[in-house]
């Protein structure tokens, strides 16, 4: 899970149980800097590293800076990705807004339309519900 505010955003594993997972980082969570940056999107790549997207904005918000974090599976920094497991993406090279949108949630909702409807473009399972989110309908 990608937990916390701008000041101190950080990653927490839980068990199958919905317990805390405490072999993973320290006691089961990761904070992780820069700090005031807002956090943007969490996902698990292929080796099941986790990799967090952030932004740090300036003052005024007329700039960003990304910054993409890995850690290991047991929720260690990686070192062999960037400086000590953090990368910077200057955006101020970039459109950063268009660039930050990642869509994360409408491509996992399209993929699973595909797996789960008879006709995606059409589902009647799940729902979009404007302005509030999905919603299953067995």
Do not use: C
Not at 33 to 42: E, I, K, N, V
Not at 59 to 68: C, E, H, I, K, T
Not at 85 to 94: A, E, L, V
Not at 114 to 136: Q, S
């Amino acid at each position: 899970l990608l937990l916390g505010d701008a000041r101190s955003p950080f990653v927490v594993r839980l068990t199958t149980s919905g317990r805390i997972d405490r072999t993973f980082a320290d006691e089961g969570i990761r904070r992780f800097t820069p700090a005031g940056s807002f956090s943007r999107d969490l996902t698990l790549d292929s080796k099941d590293r986790v990799v967090v997207l952030t932004t740090k904005f300036s003052r005024d918000r007329s700039s960003a800076d990304a910054f993409v974090t890995r850690l290991r599976r047991g929720g260690a920094w990686d070192r062999d990705f960037g400086a000590n497991g953090i990368r910077r993406i200057d955006m101020q090279r970039y459109d950063y807004e268009a660039a930050l949108d990642t869509g994360t949630l409408t491509v996992h909702i399209r993929r699973l339309r595909a797996k789960i409807e008879r006709d995606a473009a059409a589902p009647r399972h799940l729902e979009t519900v404007w302005g509030v989110g999905y919603r299953f309908v067995p």
